[in-house]
């Protein structure tokens, strides 16, 4: 009998689930607007709604569990979602149980980033490896870690805030409250304000014209660096160093296999990759420096098969779980 992942992209905006074989490859999904607004009683009605749509047409008895991911910090041994600043309302929520009251399935819950380091490594770039860092990088940085073929999740699953790693002690104030983070110098926004600042002081660039009116993103610099534009270049390069520098300290601490690369600036990490690469080159021991550093292949679909793939990690979280 075919065996059967669910998996529940649970976002700010937006709620996807799957049903997805043990291969990844995806069967059936719905999405609508998470109702955020609303409560977790809403969105918890709204999951249930969504995978009753993608389990009519199969035996429920085939279904080996169902995976969440949330966004924000999650205690997937406790199966609670902490807090999420995305959704309303939601504060130490016990999302395992309130799900399975309604569905009678085994839920497993995790943080989305650590879900898509779980789903890249099982389906996509980590498939076969023992040790793999998963990178995201888009409006922040995230990550997770597979380690000797298990996700490191730390206590309480706090492991790999990779994106508040300090990188320079005296740099810019980070979301977090923190100075000098990854994430407040190397993420897309990072990007977004360096070009913002550059422009300000009157440089000439490409890069306005391309926004057309709209505020300046990240897509925007690479869309000026590929039409050879000076200034979009520069800030690449300097992108992709301090990009490199977090790289360098992933490569020493955790001495992956291979490290992956997702989220909104992975579509433009050739641009990235050269200056990612020499700053590997120049820092790393030289045991690091040949780890590849590449693109993940799950693209748009990492979050729901990531959430699809925390299901494998249910019965260790219920070992844990159950330790006196
Ligand atoms: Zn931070």
Same mark, same amino acid.
């Given at each position: 009998m075919m065996k059967w992942l669910i998996g529940v992209d649970l976002g700010g905006t937006q709620l996807r689930v799957i049903r997805t074989d043990h291969r990844g490859k995806i069967h059936a999904q719905e999405r609508v607007p998470t109702a !955020?607004? %609303?409560g977790p009683t809403a969105v918890v009605e709204q999951i249930e709604a969504l995978i009753n749509a993608v389990t009519? !047409? *199969? %035996?429920? !008895?085939a279904i080996t569990g169902v995976g969440v991911g949330a966004p924000g910090p999650v205690d997937p041994v406790a199966g609670? /979602?902490? =807090?999420?600043?995305?959704?309303?309302?939601?504060?130490? /929520?016990p999302l395992r149980a309130l799900l399975e009251e309604r569905i009678t399935l085994p839920v497993t819950i995790g943080n989305d980033a650590n879900a898509a380091a779980l789903g890249e490594w099982l389906f996509g770039s980590?498939?076969?490896?023992?040790h793999f860092v998963y990178v995201t990088i888009s409006t922040g940085i995230g990550g997770g870690v597979i380690m000797h073929d298990q996700l490191l999740l730390g206590r309480n699953g706090g !492991?790999? =805030? *990779?994106?508040?790693?300090?990188?320079?002690? %005296?740099?810019p104030v980070c979301g977090c409250g923190n100075v000098g983070c990854w994430e407040a110098l190397a993420s897309g926004t990072a990007l977004a304000r360096a070009a913002t600042l550059a422009l300000n002081r009157g440089r000439d660039s490409l890069i306005p014209q391309l926004a057309d009116a709209e505020p300046i993103k990240a897509q925007h610099v690479a869309a000026a660096a590929r039409r050879a534009d000076p200034l979009a270049q520069r800030l690449i390069a300097q992108a992709g160093e301090l990009i490199g520098i977090g790289m360098v300290n992933l490569l020493h601490i955790y001495a992956p296999e291979r490290i992956a690369v997702g989220g909104g600036m992975a579509k433009d990490w050739d641009l990235f990759a050269p200056h990612v690469r020499r700053i590997v080159v120049e820092d790393a021991m030289p045991p690091y420096r040949t780890t590849p550093i590449e693109p993940a292949r799950l693209g748009g679909n990492v979050g729901v098969l990531g959430a699809a793939a925390l299901v494998t990690q249910h019965t260790g979280l219920a070992a844990q779980r159950d330790r006196p």
């Open positions: !955020a607004a %609303d009519s !047409a *199969i %035996d429920r !008895a609670v /979602v902490l =807090e999420t600043p995305n959704l309303q309302g939601w504060r130490n /929520v980590g498939q076969g490896l023992h !492991a790999n =805030e *990779i994106g508040h790693m300090t990188i320079q002690r %005296d740099g």
